[in-house]
């Protein structure tokens, strides 16, 4: 919402609301309340100048009276658009902002969803390539929607940051404008001369054509109040006339429109050249005079010429000084201005500087968190691929032991009939050895002779005992005891 000042037929000032937004309705209704103030204004202009040009007609009491029940039209129409304006403009900014703040809910909660759902593949899952690839396409969608969101925010402050540089400057040339209120104004008093209104007639038409431009026009300032026309003359001189200056007048002349820039501009162009055929005429009526002077001088006196010489002496003087004056005042405008200029883009360059470290930190932030997420992941991961490789060995033992164990039992089973073989052929050897004894034994009988002295005789192991027996300990010993191994087990 931007307050401004608009010129009523009267051609007095008084405030009005402008408001400035991008909605189509709004702006439609803006430009519908124009057209009807500026068909207002061009009506009360006709009239004018026909009440001028036919004075027989109509009086001044009338024309004042009528430019009055206008101004009051005008303004009871204002006061009645104002508030609904207001009103209408309140309800759409608060409609769009609770949009936005529910898209970037839903945006935020979109992101949300999907690290719940990353999360939860996580903790489901099983290794295996396949898998991997899909967490790896779900990371990298979730890091592309958060990357494409950060974008979208950081484009929005942007253009808000714009914004308000724009609102910031605004708001300055309205406070300047506001304390140029404040400022007393000298009323130029001119007093006029008895044979002013006979010599009027008779001047060139140079001379006349910048007095009637400006009367039609509004004055000297185009209709336009001081301030707004010294805000449109400073940024005209700073680009020179080049049509780029109307971009940042508007920065200047926030309660004015581009057409009014370009009217303005119009107008401006037009004085500058009736001031110069003006300047022309004076120049060449000085030229003139100042022959007619040197015809005269010779019959004039001595002492009216020193004094004609010293008073225009004085009036260069007067001039120069005054060009001094408002030489210095434009120059001590425009090193404020340029002061404020540069302060504001400190404060902005120092406003950028900080965003731009919380948006350092907060990317560091991330990608800490995402680092140590895809340090846990692979720690996981590795967990997961070591408990699965010791189990496919464990696995590979028990199948080796118990392959072990089936060898063992085949040789045992073996053995065991191989004994059972041998043990059973040792008894059958046995009983045939047997047999072939008792048919020896029934073949051939015994006839053994006593012999009443072997019982006293000395037996072989007693004859072994008495033998003598070297000390004990002393002989090498050839072998280490061991504990039997056995026969079962000797072969493997």
């Not at 000032?13 to 209704?29: D, G, T």
């Not at 396949?130 to 925010?153: A, G, P, R, W, Y």
């Amino acid at each position: 919402m931007l307050l401004k000042h608009e010129r009523i037929p009267n051609g007095s000032e008084r405030p009005c609301i402008s408001v400035r937004h991008k909605s189509l309705p709004w702006q439609q209704f803006k430009q519908s309340l124009r057209t009807e103030r500026l068909q207002m204004i061009d009506a009360c202009d006709k009239r004018s100048i026909l009440g001028s040009r036919a004075t027989d007609r109509m009086s001044v009491a009338d024309f004042l009276r009528e430019a009055e029940a206008l101004r009051r039209l005008l303004f009871k129409e204002e006061r009645a658009a104002g508030p609904r304006a207001l009103t209408e403009l309140r309800d759409h900014m608060n409609a769009q902002l609770r949009a936005d703040i529910m898209k970037v809910q839903q945006q935020l909660q979109k992101l949300k969803n999907g690290v719940f759902r990353f999360q939860e593949q996580l903790m489901d899952v099983r290794p295996s390539p396949d898998v991997i690839d899909k967490l790896k396409e779900t990371m990298t969608d979730i890091e592309n929607s958060i990357s494409v969101f950060k974008d979208t925010q950081h484009q929005s402050f942007e253009e808000l940051l714009k914004e308000e540089r724009t609102f910031s400057q605004e708001i300055c040339a309205f406070e300047k404008k506001m304390d140029s209120w404040s400022l007393p104004v000298k009323a130029e008093v001119r007093r006029p001369r008895s044979d002013e209104k006979s010599d009027w007639r008779n001047l060139p038409p140079e001379l006349t054509a910048l007095q009637t431009f400006l009367q039609q026009t509004g004055g000297r300032h185009g209709g336009w109040d001081e301030f707004d026309h010294h805000s449109f003359l400073k940024v005209w001189t700073k680009h020179g006339g080049k049509p780029s200056f109307r971009r940042e007048a508007r920065l200047y002349l926030p309660g004015r429109t581009e057409e009014d820039v370009r009217l303005h501009e119009e107008w401006f162009v037009e004085l500058r050249r009736l001031q110069e055929r003006q300047r022309e005429a004076i120049r060449k009526w000085r030229a003139s005079k100042r022959r007619e002077h040197e015809l005269q001088r010779d019959r004039d006196e001595e002492p009216q010429e020193d004094e004609a010489r010293r008073l225009l002496k004085q009036e260069e003087q007067r001039r120069e000084e005054s060009e001094r004056l408002e030489a210095w005042r434009r120059h001590r405008t425009q090193q404020r201005e340029e002061e404020r200029q540069q302060r504001l883009r400190d404060q902005i360059l120092q406003r950028r500087r900080a965003q731009e470290e919380r948006r350092r930190q907060l990317e560091l932030k991330l990608l800490v968190e995402a680092h140590a997420r895809q340090k846990k992941e692979q720690e996981e991961l590795r967990l997961l691929e070591e408990e699965a490789q010791e189990q496919a060995e464990r696995q590979e033992r028990q199948r080796q032991a118990a392959e072990g164990i089936r060898r063992f039992q085949e040789r045992d089973s073996r053995r065991l009939e191989e004994k059972l073989q041998e043990k059973q052929s040792k008894e059958e050897e046995q009983s045939e050895r047997l047999r072939t004894l008792d048919k020896l034994k029934e073949k051939v009988e015994a006839e053994v002779s006593r012999d009443p002295s072997r019982l006293w005789k000395l037996t072989k192991v007693w004859e072994e005992r008495t033998k003598e027996i070297g000390p004990s300990g002393t002989g090498p010993m050839f072998q280490i005891f061991r504990r039997a191994v056995p026969s079962w087990r000797q072969d493997s």
